[in-house]
């Protein structure tokens, strides 16, 4: 079946780092690509996405570009912030379906 | 914006009781769905829905049951709490069409004790 594996975390940053998290799918047809965060003590919200091979999502100086060939969609940013602490989560909907298949989730700390 | 709305940020219960969790949301979305979310077990499906009355298993539905009687709300039941049920629920909605993204609520912290 789908599945979605990111990198496991905690990552822990200074301020100003330049961030990636790992993502890579697993998916028959042609997925759309997903990336949601999750503050603390809040639901998930979208962060970006990506529809088809070779799309780049991008959000709040957030980006990721969907690469069928490496089945990825690595999350990166060059300067986190301190505001950027919180879980990411990988996630896809697979073709005729509306079922979301998300992975494990990435916990990031930044620091001052 | 889409707003999904559940009904407690926080809730205690006793092993036993018959709890209630109510989503609702506003955009007349046709899916929805009840995740809950455990430490390094990420998100697991519940239940979803995807019409009026209509619902399916999701990866985990034991011990749990949904109602969908109207579009925009979506009932999570625990028939009979126990204390591993003790987690984040999270409803979230989507439109109809496929290939689009998911609208979460809040999430509902229950504590079964």
């Known amino acids: 079946g789908d599945s979605v594996t990111q990198m496991e975390g905690p990552v822990t940053l200074s301020e100003e780092a330049f961030l990636t998290i790992n993502c890579t799918y697993t998916a028959t047809g042609y997925p759309s690509l997903f990336w949601y965060v999750q503050y603390p003590g809040e639901g998930l919200q979208l962060l970006l996405k990506?529809?088809?091979?070779?799309d780049k999502g991008s959000n709040k100086g957030f980006e990721a570009t969907y690469r069928k060939e490496t089945t990825s969609f690595h999350l990166e940013k060059g300067s986190v912030q301190v505001s950027d602490s919180a879980v990411y989560f990988c996630a896809l909907v697979n073709t005729g379906g509306f079922k979301t298949i998300f992975g494990a989730g990435t916990r990031l700390f930044v620091k001052a | 914006d889409v707003k999904v709305t559940q009904s407690s940020r926080y809730l205690v219960k006793r092993t036993g009781e018959k709890v209630f969790l109510e989503c609702v949301q506003d955009?007349?979305?046709?899916?929805m769905f009840w995740y809950r979310q455990d430490p390094g077990l990420g998100l697991r499906l519940i239940y979803f829905?995807?019409?009026?009355?209509?619902?399916e298993k999701g990866d985990i539905p034991e011990g749990y049951s949904v109602s969908r009687e109207k579009k925009e709300r979506f009932s999570l039941i625990l028939e009979s709490a126990s204390t591993n049920q003790t987690s984040m629920y999270l409803c979230a909605s989507s439109p109809g069409s496929t290939l689009t993204e998911a609208f979460f609520g809040q999430g509902t912290r229950l504590t079964v004790v």
């Open positions: 990506a529809t088809k091979a070779d």
């Open positions: 829905s995807y019409d009026v009355k209509m619902k």
């Open positions: 955009m007349d979305h046709e899916n």
